[in-house]
C-alpha cells in the first residue's frame, strides 16, 4: 500500500510533467542548414575475358528547385543519407554495365554546399542549378584491372543563405520586426525585450503599381557578432546575398543589459557598420539606408539632431579607435521614422525602391561597358 506522503510526492511529479509537456515551446518550422551524408554509386565489375566494362556508379547531385525547404528535405529523408545507385557488372550478354542510377538531392534556392571544413563546393542562388557532391565509382576496365572502384562518400553542410532585396541590420529591439509588421503582412513576435526574433522572416512591400520588394528581418546583433557571440555567424551570412542593408536603430541609443555599455544611436550605427566590417569587407560596399526609429517618443527631437550632427562630423566623435571602422558605409540617406505610429514609413519605402533601382540601373551599365571592352 503507498503511504499518503509517497502518493502525494507521485502526483506532484505526474503535475509537473503534465504542465511541462502542455507548455512545451513549438518546434520552429525555420531551418537554415542541415548536414547529409552523401555516397556514389560503385562500380560495376568488368569482364576480363571479354573486355567488358562495368557500369559507373551514379553520382549525388544537389539541384535548387522552386517551393523547397530545408524542412521539407528533413522530413522526407529522416536519416539524411542520400547514396546513388550501383553500376551494373559486365556479362556475357550486356558486355557494356549498365551505369547506376543519379540521385537528386532537392534544395531551396540560396543554399551554399559546403564541407564540413568550410570549404564551398557550390552556391545555388537560381532554380536549376546544380552541383555534384558525391561522384560515382569508375566501373571496372582495364585501367582499374577490372575492379569496379567505389563511388564518393563524405558528409557536406546545406547552408541556407536567405535571397532578400532588403536585409534588415540592428541590435535587438530596434524595432526591426515592428517595421516588418508596418509594410508586409507577415506577424513577428513583438515585444518590448530583445531577442524576439529568433529566426529569419521574410516580408514583401507591395507598391500601388503591384511592385514587390522581399525583406528579411533577421536576429538581433548583439557587439563581437563577427566573432559569432549572440546570434553571431547565424545572421551575418543571410544578409551576404542582400542587394540593399536596411540599418535600423533606436535614436534613443540602445543598451542590451546593465553590465554592457550604452550606446547612442550614432554610436550604434558605427558599430554595427565596424561588425559587418569584420566579418567580411565585402558587405560594407553594399548600398546602405539608416532609419532612425521610435521618433515619436519623448525626447526623441533632440536625440534626432544630436544624430545627425554626429553624422555631419569627420572625426567620429566619442568612438574608441578600435571600433573606428576602416570601410565606413556611406548611407544613402538617413530616415527617421517611427514604426509603431508609421511615420516616415512611406517615406522610407519609396527610398528602398529607388536605390535598389538606381543600383540596378548602374550594374547594367557597368555590364555594357564591360562587354565593351571584351569586344575591343
Same mark, same amino acid.
Request: aromatic share 6%; charged share 25%; hydrophobic share 35%.
Given at each position: ?6 502518493? $502525494?510526492?507521485?502526483?506532484? #511529479? ?15 518550422? $525555420? ?5 547529409? %551524408? ?15 566494362? @562495368?557500369? /559507373? @556508379? ?41 551505369? @547506376? ?34 561522384? @560515382? ?88 557578432a563577427h566573432m559569432n557571440r549572440g546570434m553571431g555567424h ?15 536603430? /533606436? ?60 553624422? +555631419?562630423?569627420?572625426? %567620429? ?13 556611406? $548611407?544613402?540617406?538617413? #530616415? ?12 522610407? +519605402? /519609396?527610398?528602398?525602391?529607388? #536605390? ?21
Open positions: 500500500m503507498y503511504s499518503t506522503k509517497m502518493l $502525494f510526492e507521485k502526483c506532484k #511529479v505526474t503535475c509537473f510533467l503534465v504542465c511541462k509537456r502542455a507548455y512545451r515551446k513549438p518546434a520552429s518550422n $525555420f531551418l537554415d542548414q542541415l548536414r547529409v %551524408y552523401v555516397r556514389g554509386g560503385g562500380g560495376g565489375q568488368g569482364q576480363p575475358k571479354f573486355g567488358g566494362k @562495368g557500369g /559507373d @556508379g551514379g553520382c549525388v547531385y544537389v539541384e535548387a528547385v522552386p517551393n523547397m525547404t530545408l524542412q521539407n528535405l528533413k522530413r522526407s529523408n529522416i536519416k539524411k543519407r542520400f547514396i546513388a545507385g550501383n553500376g551494373e557488372n559486365s556479362t556475357k550478354r550486356m558486355l557494356q554495365g549498365q551505369p @547506376g542510377t543519379d540521385l537528386t538531392v532537392r534544395v531551396p534556392r540560396g543554399v551554399c554546399v559546403t564541407t564540413d571544413s568550410g570549404e564551398v563546393i557550390g552556391d545555388l542562388d537560381v532554380d536549376g542549378e546544380k552541383v555534384v557532391v558525391a561522384n @560515382g565509382g569508375r566501373g571496372g576496365c582495364m585501367a582499374t584491372k577490372w575492379n569496379g572502384k567505389k563511388g564518393e562518400v563524405r558528409s557536406v553542410k546545406l547552408v541556407l543563405k536567405l535571397i532578400a532585396d532588403v536585409g534588415l541590420v540592428g541590435f535587438p529591439n530596434a524595432g526591426k520586426s515592428t517595421f516588418l509588421k508596418a509594410v508586409s503582412r507577415t506577424d513577428p513576435k513583438i515585444a518590448e525585450y530583445p531577442f524576439t526574433t529568433l529566426r529569419p522572416q521574410l516580408g514583401v512591400v507591395h507598391y500601388e503599381d503591384l511592385r514587390q520588394i522581399s525583406v528579411a528581418d533577421l536576429p538581433g546583433l548583439i557587439e563581437g547565424e545572421f551575418l551570412r543571410h544578409i551576404e546575398r542582400t542587394k540593399l542593408l536596411l540599418f535600423m536603430v /533606436d535614436v534613443h541609443g540602445f543598451q542590451l543589459k546593465e553590465s554592457w555599455p550604452f550606446r547612442t544611436a550614432y554610436e550604434t550605427a558605427v558599430l554595427l557598420n565596424k561588425e559587418l566590417e569584420l566579418y567580411k569587407p565585402e558587405l560594407t560596399g553594399k548600398p546602405a539606408i539608416l532609419a532612425l526609429n521610435k521618433i515619436d517618443k519623448d525626447g526623441a527631437e533632440d536625440r534626432l539632431q544630436e544624430t545627425l550632427q554626429s553624422f +555631419n562630423t569627420d572625426n %567620429y566623435p566619442g568612438i574608441p579607435d578600435d571600433l573606428i571602422p576602416e570601410l565606413p558605409i556611406k $548611407f544613402r540617406d538617413i #530616415v527617421p521614422i517611427s514604426a509603431a505610429q508609421g511615420t516616415g514609413i512611406q517615406r522610407l +519605402n /519609396d527610398r528602398i525602391r529607388e #536605390v535598389l533601382d538606381d543600383e540596378l540601373e548602374r550594374q547594367r551599365v557597368e555590364m555594357s561597358s564591360n562587354k565593351g571592352i571584351m569586344k575591343s
